[in-house]
């Protein structure tokens, strides 16, 4: 068994706002293992990024974490001092964000941005930390760092920037990694550059990284243990295979199925989640999936939500009916159910019909 | 493009950033010939339409024709106003702003010489206040936001900016000087009025600040408030950076950029003079002679007060910009 890093325990993280309080994280038990890799999925605003900054305790204002416990090698994060805080940031865990335009200092070299990042821990000294600063960028691919380092960011392409920044979350070679959609705001041919350059990493040196996406070909990718969020709750979680192989809860399956894949062929249909996420202010009575869930059931609405039950080894998943349970024909009638019959059947007219002779 | 017009010296000359700056500050200082020029003839356009003479109030009574001619034809003013303009223009490019209509024998330029040094100590030691207090106090209003401290300073920037400073130099004059007076008895009081020693700087250089304090703080405020919100901000704390460090480089050195942008403006409406603050405090500044050069149509006068607050205005203007390269590096000149 590997040695658990993280262990974050029953975190709940609501803002305060005058519509009332939003749960953006609401009781998530979680872990991640030494040298790991965790993919965090789920749908935008389910709470994957505030997960994310509570463990940093980064939550922006009016948020708060009101409970649970974040432990670290056994230290409770929330618990520590300013001083203790501010030495764990970047040092033991690292954070990538998720817009390289905006989350780099405009008017601060690239260079010094990074050594800063290092010179704000022990671990490195001033004249240390320069030197290596070029022997980061150049790790993260960055062509002729040695002049690049005295660039400002606005000098710097997309691509450059989110290396530049993967180079200050590696610079203290903190034990945990965490990006936030490190490619989304990437082109395809910079993506793969850059999760090839994550997966290089990880493999040399060891560090654990919390992978929080909405991309689950990234995952299927990086990861080797998923976590799939709804509304601020883990739904399912598991090993990567299992998780794509035979998901259990009805929103894995949907987030799965609204995936394009080339290999089967193009006899199914995209299947998009109707409806929209709920408002984490007033979510709905027992499970919160329920209102878009295609293989609803009454139990589904009138019983509180389900507990996380074992679903498959290391797999388990917080659903009444679960997949398996789902005969073929029910996700026949489930894909078909997700477009509007007007709109089935415009799918299958043919878009442009031309008829008599060719004029001659 | 420009670069392939100019010959092959200048081009090496723009390619280096110091070089480029040079260029920049020779091309704005070149502009600023045809600047004044269009603010004298406005000026003396609108000087010369203006109802009155200069010979109407001379002496406090009433000129016989013979001895305004007389006037007229020493000054030239008999000639047709084009000419006069031409004239004048003429005299300015060699420096010479004429001798003044109601100081008889003196020139404009030693009157302005005479005045302008008190106006632009004030306004200088306002202007030398005005960054510290103004830009500290909206920092920490920002950096304490909704608490009580942010509350007393944008309380305090609005009464600031809503009082006239008439009002305020007289209660200060009323606090400061009459009551300590009699409170101390004589021993400690600021001087209403006059110009000489120290003290008498202290009331008119508060007066003077207030106002643009306000306005600094508030627009510090908001700037620094956008700032603290960017993810550049929340990847200065996730990298560990101590809060001094944070505050210092990542969020005051974005987030004053704008706030430098209005230090040129208000350097200029400070060492121009307010008439209203010399005359609270009687002081013999440029702000009044502007006012009783307009009111007897001191025609030189009031051209030469133009074309150095003209000057001043398009200085500061030129600091301002060049200022610009040095904190924000995305900015590029043309």
Known sequence: MAQTLLQVEDLHTQFFTSRGVVR???????????????????????????????????????????????????????????????????????????????????????????????????????????????????????????????????????????????????????????????????????????????????????????????????????????????????????????????????????????????????????????????????????????????????????????????????????????????????????????????????????????????GR | MRGALLPPQLTAITSTRAGSLTIFIVRRILWMVPILFFVILITFTLMHLAPGSPWDKAGGRQLSDTVVNNLNIRYGLNKPVPQQFLLYISSVVHFDFGLSYQYQGKTVSGLLLESWPYTATIGVLAFLLIIPVGVGLGVLAALRQNTRVDYITMGFATVAASFPNFVIGALMVVALSVLAYKATGGNFFLPAAGFGVDDHLIMPVVTLALLPIAYTARLTRASTLETIRQDFVRTAWAKGLPERLVVIRHILKNSLIPVVTTLGPTFAFLVTGSVIVETVFSIPGIGRAFVVAIESRDYPMILGTTVLFSLVIAVANLIVDVAYVFIDPRVRLT
């Open chain 1, 24 to 358: 953006a994280v609401d009781g998530i038990t979680f872990h991640v293992d030494a040298g790991e890799t965790l993919g965090v999925v789920g749908e935008s605003g389910c709470g994957k990024t505030m997960t994310a900054l509570s463990i940093l305790r980064l939550v922006p204002d009016p948020g708060k974490i009101t409970s649970g416990r974040i432990l670290f090698r056994g230290k409770e994060v929330t618990k520590m001092t300013d001083e203790e805080i501010r030495d764990f940031r970047g040092n033991d865990v690292a954070m990538i964000f998720q817009d390289p335009m905006t989350s780099l200092n405009p008017v601060t070299k690239i260079g010094r941005q990074i050594e800063e990042a290092m010179t704000a821990h022990e671990r490195f000294t001033e004249t240390l930390a320069r030197g290596r600063v070029i022997e980061l960028l150049k790790r993260v691919r960055v062509p002729a760092a040695e002049s690049r380092v005295k660039d400002y960011p606005h000098q710097f392409s997309g691509g450059m920037r989110q290396r530049a920044m993967i180079a200050m979350g590696l610079s203290n070679e903190p034990s945990l990694l965490i990006a936030d959609e490190p490619t989304t705001a990437l082109d395809v041919t910079v993506q793969a550059q850059i999760i090839q350059l994550m997966k290089q990493l990880n493999r040399e040196l060891g560090t654990a990284m919390m992978l929080i996406t909405h991309n689950m070909a990234l995952v299927a990718s990086l990861c080797q243990r998923v976590i799939v969020m709804y509304a601020g709750r883990i739904v399912e979680e598991g090993p990567v295979e299992q998780i794509f192989n035979s998901p259990q809860h009805p929103y894995t399956w949907s987030l799965l199925r609204s995936v394009p894949r080339v290999d089967e062929a193009r006899k199914d249909r995209l299947v998009s989640i109707r409806g929209l996420p709920p408002d984490l202010s007033n979510p709905p009575p027992g499970c919160k999936f329920h209102p878009r869930c295609p293989f609803v059931i009454d139990k589904c609405r009138t019983d509180p939500e389900p507990s996380l039950s074992e679903v498959g080894v290391n797999q388990v998943a917080r659903c009444w009916v679960l997949m398996r349970n789902v005969t073929d024909e029910g996700v026949e009638a489930a894909k078909a159910s997700a477009l509007s019959k007007d709109a089935a059947a415009k799918l299958k007219a043919p878009v442009l019909e031309v008829e008599g002779d060719a």
